[in-house]
């Protein structure tokens, strides 16, 4: 073969900016040189329909790449995740390059730790002693994926092996013959062979395909033997776009495409190894080779969590369980020892939470919208900033809104109609999250949801100046007349007042007693619902929690604003503690 690696002629512009370290030098660097020629390409207009078949590499690809690889059992704790994730496909490691790796290829087997419908992989170089001692780990699998690789990239011919095209393409030729020798040899199992053109990323296509072609020829696929030919971006060298031009180049090139699974392997050197992975599905791909939150080599593999969610946020079947996320991270975190972004799509502690008031306002506003039009909305989730619903990955509301000093009403009523299913109107929104903001910038950090109940019911519903004692309402001829008693810091006061109503009423009473000026300026009741305690974590023993009704106050008091609120089993006395509430706060 014969693709020359493409020369640089492009001229180097002088650098703009003086770097402080001279060695930021972006000269020292070429454009991407292994684009293929493609002017047709097609995978632009393709969108994904279903999930592709997915291989784990974690314990091999992403177990080469710790600082301290898995033991036995950490190896074992991860393979049964697997299983319970639903992996059909999973590379176990690399049996020929160490003993321990050995060892629990053969404890999975001699133990019978792989179901039925799993298959195991393995990874060796095309080299026959390793070879042999691959096959040798596999003895009495059911049914195995012997994945042999040699480097074909021009980097790697040139400064590394020395060897022309010609020669990289033999060493691979000669692998997948003696791949073919030694499954003869254990016929008890079921062999599907996989090849690797290693930095496929960095390879020129053409060469690529031939490398691949030649490995065909000899495992030969039309005879019945299953082929999985794998493209590596084991290195990422480019952007996504260019990298499904390679893919979608080499399905079309490739003379039997049709009997061959085409399986990707990318890594995430540019940061986008999930990106190329799913534009190089459009382009053709069957298969995707990736860890569980990303590790690999350098900056890691493909994060199959990440792909997957993306395709469950389309509505498309991940065919992968990820319902409790949590606990899958916590596993491959102590399994890999490695610590986990808390902005990691989909998993970090921070993916589904709001700080800024604004982003509150808009999910709280969604809800509510979706809540009031079920049906038009076909139950499908629709809400601003929330790609997913949190609940379905095993996260709780309290992952959704945190309040700091940059939040505002929205997330604090959203906690409120959460923890005791409280809506507030804007006015009282209003009014509390002034509270909790002064609160906020006061301690100079987060407050915990916990805190905020707390300051609330302080605020607002605990106040013990003004307690409502008893009293009737009576109608008469129009006219409402209140009669009853209020405890008054520690005195009992018999109060009467006459309004249009047992709130007017009341308030009369009270401007009489307290010789002040007292208006409603804003009132608005509802019944709570107790059906959001379902979902809630906290303690909701209290009466205020168990309570029918909430009313909001805000009363005017000689001519300054004041918002109480009132809880009760019945709405009428739920709206005078609401003006004791408000009152209270002019004490
Ligand atoms: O990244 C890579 O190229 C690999 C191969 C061995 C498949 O891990
Ligand atoms: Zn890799």
Not at 274 to 296: F, H, P, Q
Not at 396 to 416: E, P
Not at 491 to 501: F, Q, R, S, Y
């Amino acid at each position: 073969m014969s693709s020359p690696a493409q020369t640089n002629t492009q001229s180097v512009a002088e650098p703009k900016i003086t770097p402080k370290n001279p060695a930021f030098d972006f000269r020292k660097y070429r454009p991407f040189a292994f684009a293929p020629k493609l002017t047709d390409r097609t995978w632009p207009d393709k969108t994904m329909t279903k999930a592709p078949i997915w291989a784990s590499v974690d314990l091999r690809d992403g177990n080469q790449a710790l600082i301290d690889p898995m033991t036995i059992p950490q190896k074992m704790t991860f393979f049964k995740l697997l299983l319970e994730v639903g992996f059909k496909e999973i590379e176990i490691g690399f049996p020929s390059a160490a003993q321990v790796e050995f060892d629990f290829t053969r404890k999975l087997i001699e133990e019978n730790h792989v179901p039925d419908d799993v298959t195991l992989q393995v990874l060796v170089q095309a080299r026959e002693h390793l070879i042999a001692r691959t096959f040798e780990s596999l003895k009495g699998a059911k049914r195995a994926i012997v994945h042999v690789y040699n480097s074909t990239s021009r980097v790697q011919r040139e400064k590394v092996y020395g060897k022309n095209c010609d020669e990289i393409k033999q060493i691979a030729i000669e692998g997948a013959k003696l791949v073919k020798q030694y499954a003869s040899q254990y016929p008890e199992t079921e062999w599907v062979f996989q090849y690797s053109p290693e930095s496929f990323s960095q390879t020129e296509t053409d060469y690529a395909v031939e490398v691949c072609d030649a490995v065909i020829d000899v495992w030969q696929p039309q005879n019945g033997q299953e082929v999985i030919i794998n493209l590596p971006a084991t290195v990422e060298a480019s952007t996504p776009n260019i990298f499904a031009d390679q893919v979608e180049y080499f399905c079309r090139h490739l003379k039997q495409r049709d009997l061959i699974t085409v399986s990707l392997h990318t890594h995430n050197d540019r940061g986008c190894a999930v990106a190329a992975a799913e534009l190089g599905v459009l382009a053709g791909a069957d298969r995707i080779e990736g860890t569980l939150l990303g590790n690999g080599e350098r900056t890691g593999n493909m994060d199959i969590i990440v792909m997957a969610m993306n395709l469950y946020s389309q509505g498309i079947d991940p065919e992968l369980d990820f319902s409790n996320m949590s606990e899958i991270a916590q596993i491959v975190g102590e399994c890999n020892n490695l610590p986990l972004h808390p902005r990691h799509p989909y998993v970090g502690e921070l993916v589904f939470t709001a700080f800024s008031g604004s982003h509150q306002d808009a999910i709280k506003k969604s809800l509510d919208y979706n809540e009031k039009h079920l049906a038009e909305t076909e139950n499908f989730w629709d809400v601003a900033y929330l790609p997913i619903d949190p609940a379905h990955v095993g996260r709780t509301y309290q992952d959704v809104v945190r309040i700091n000093s940059q939040s505002g009403k929205g997330g604090v009523a959203y906690i409120l109609q959460r923890h005791y299913g409280f809506n507030l109107p804007r006015w009282m929104q209003i009014d509390f999250s002034r509270v909790v903001q002064n609160q906020a910038e006061e301690v100079a950090r987060e407050l915990k949801t916990e805190e905020l109940i707390q300051t609330f019911e302080d605020t607002y519903l605990t106040q013990t100046a003004l307690n409502l004692q008893d009293y009737s309402v009576n109608n008469k001829g129009g006219e409402v007349m209140f009669t009853g008693q209020v405890e008054m810091n520690g005195d009992i006061i018999d109060l009467e007042g006459k309004g249009n109503g047992p709130l007017s009423s009341f308030i009369d009473a009270l401007a009489q007693h307290t010789n002040k000026r007292l208006h409603i300026a804003n009132y608005a009741e509802h019944a709570i619902s107790q059906a959001h305690h379902l979902d809630d974590d906290f303690d909701s023993s209290s009466d205020k929690t168990n309570a029918n009704a909430v009313a909001y106050i805000q009363l005017n008091v000689d001519g300054e604003i004041y918002s109480g609120v009132g809880t009760c089993t019945s709405t009428v006395s739920a709206m005078l503690k609401g003006a004791l509430s408000a009152l209270a706060q002019t004490l």
